[in-house]
């Protein structure tokens, strides 16, 4: 197991910006390629971005593309989703998970650790 947490949700008016994280306590994500997903009320789960273990690799959904940057910091232990030019569409939980990165980005078997999730409200 590898206990995800993830913080940095909230209330956001549209245009607005927020920097989500993903962390890990015990264990160390190095290994791991993270992944970003968000699920919205009545909607299916939706890949955002994913960045390999070195970080050398990003994928971005084209909803997304051009607006959120993911990076991770590993000294940090701390992957990170930087969120530009908010839309009232982005409105989810959004959740970080360990497992393959891939394009496009989706979440499969290989996901098998997943934070508690995170909510981003963009609405005036």
């Known amino acids: 197991q590898v206990p995800l947490v993830e913080s940095g949700g909230g209330l956001v008016q549209p245009g607005g910006s927020l920097r989500l994280s993903c962390a890990a306590s015990?264990?160390?994500?190095?290994?791991?390629?993270i992944g970003w997903f968000r699920q919205a009320p009545g909607k299916e789960r939706e890949g955002v971005s994913c960045i390999s273990s070195s970080g050398g690799s990003t994928n971005y959904a084209d909803s997304v593309k051009g607006r959120f940057t993911i990076s991770r910091d590993n000294a940090k232990n701390t992957v990170y989703l930087q969120m530009n030019s908010l839309k009232p569409e982005d409105t989810a939980v959004y959740y970080c998970?360990?497992?393959?990165?891939?394009?496009?980005?989706?979440?499969?078997?290989?996901?098998?650790?997943w934070g508690q999730g995170t909510q981003v409200t963009v609405s005036s």
């Open positions: 998970a360990a497992g393959p990165c891939g394009r496009p980005v989706v979440a499969g078997p290989g996901h098998a650790y």
């Open positions: 015990v264990y160390t994500l190095e290994p791991y390629d």
